[in-house]
Each structure stands twice: as structure tokens, then as C-alpha cells.
């Protein structure tokens, strides 16, 4: 059974970074690629980073490029978020994501973990 858990979430004040882990189990994921969305309250799921595990290319979404990372440890199974001067409006639920495709449309993702919350202060 495929199991995403995220961690790292909490309260940082504006212009503080955070670094979110998504650790992966239950299969082989060699051939998937990873994502992060994010979802603020009122307002729908949106991409923010992906990565395959294969050969490390990376994507980012346009709120967040120049100020997140997104990155691997294959030996640990897990993937990264690290962020970096956060703004209030980065305040929302995280989620990790797997699929066996690549694009930013959450259709594409197979797997969901069940999110971490991150609260920027202004």
C-alpha cells in the first residue's frame, strides 16, 4: 500500500523559510515523479513543485519560483520542499503527490499524502 506522510509544516513569520518532507513507501517510486500542491482555504488546490526521481528534473509554479526547492533522497525515500522567504500568502494545507506521469494538473498524480500546514505571519 502506498503510503505519503508529510512533515516539516508550522508557524513561520514572513520572510522565514521551512523545509516540508514527504516520505514515500509501499512501492518502487524510480519511475515516478513527485509533487507538491498547495491549497489556501477558499481557494482550489495549486501546483507548486515537482521533480522525477529518475533523473532529478524539476518544475516549479510561477508564485514560487526563486524562493522554493524542491529535491530527493533517493536512499531515504523521501522528497523535499525547502521554501524560502515565505509571505503571508503562502499560508495554506501542503500536499505531496506521486505519479507515474509528469505534469503540474493534479489528475496526473496517483497518490496524495494528507497534507501539512504551513502558516506564514505578516
Known amino acids: 500500500q502506498v503510503q505519503l506522510v508529510e512533515s516539516g509544516g508550522g508557524l513561520v513569520q514572513a520572510g522565514g523559510s521551512l523545509r516540508l518532507s514527504c516520505a514515500a513507501s509501499?512501492?518502487?517510486?524510480?519511475?515516478?515523479?513527485m509533487g507538491w500542491f498547495r491549497q489556501a482555504p477558499g481557494k482550489e488546490r495549486e501546483f507548486v513543485a515537482r521533480?522525477?526521481?529518475?533523473?532529478?528534473?524539476?518544475a516549479y509554479g510561477d508564485s514560487v519560483k526563486g524562493r522554493f526547492t524542491i529535491s530527493r533522497d533517493n536512499a531515504k525515500n523521501t522528497v523535499y520542499l525547502q521554501m524560502n522567504s515565505l509571505k503571508p500568502e503562502d499560508t495554506a494545507v501542503y500536499y505531496c503527490?506521486?505519479?507515474?506521469?509528469?505534469?503540474?494538473?493534479?489528475?496526473?498524480?496517483?497518490?496524495w499524502g494528507q497534507g501539512t500546514q504551513v502558516t506564514v505571519s505578516s
Open positions: 503527490a506521486a505519479s507515474q506521469g509528469w505534469g503540474s494538473r493534479q489528475t496526473v498524480y496517483d497518490y
Open positions: 521533480i522525477r526521481w529518475i533523473d532529478n528534473i524539476s
Open positions: 509501499g512501492r518502487t517510486f524510480s519511475s515516478y515523479a
